[in-house]
Nanobody
Framework: QVQLVESGGGLVQAGGSLRLSCAAS????????ISWFRQAPGKEREFVAA???????????YYADSVKGRFSISRDNAKNTVYLQMSSLKPEDTAVYYC???????????????WGQGTQVTVSS
């Protein structure tokens, strides 16, 4: 069982930055894929970024095209936490951001077994 708690959302002006945190419980955290999804009002939940473990203790990061070069995902295993650093924010980044965990990597939200409660990010123009 994995429990996830997001924090760090808020209101920011366009061009600004925010860092989201996803704190996880569970002894298998180190080998889980932790991903961020977002959902804007009236829109489907969409993939943002993923941090996934590969054999040999190597981690890989994946990003949606819409955030590549602006967002960065990282992990601190000592704190069981994954971060999403968001820079050059745009009004279209406004959404509820969720972190999700699963034993394997996917960009489809339906594939994830564990979810946090979400944190609101609002970018004003």
């Amino acid at each position: 069982q994995v429990q996830l708690v997001e924090s760090g959302g808020g209101l920011v002006q366009a061009g600004g930055s925010l860092r989201l945190s996803c704190a996880a419980s569970g002894r298998t955290f180190n080998t889980f894929t932790i991903s961020w999804f977002r959902q804007a009002p009236g829109k489907e939940r969409e993939f943002v970024a993923a941090h996934t473990w590969r054999a040999g203790s190597t981690y890989y990061a994946y990003y949606a095209d819409s955030v590549k070069g602006r967002f960065s995902i990282s992990r601190d295993n000592a704190k069981n936490t994954v971060y999403l650093q968001m820079s050059s924010l745009k009004p279209e980044d406004t959404a509820v951001y969720y972190c999700a965990a699963d034993s394997s990597y996917s960009r489809r939200w339906e594939e994830y077994d564990y979810w946090g409660q979400g944190t609101q990010v609002t970018v004003s123009s």
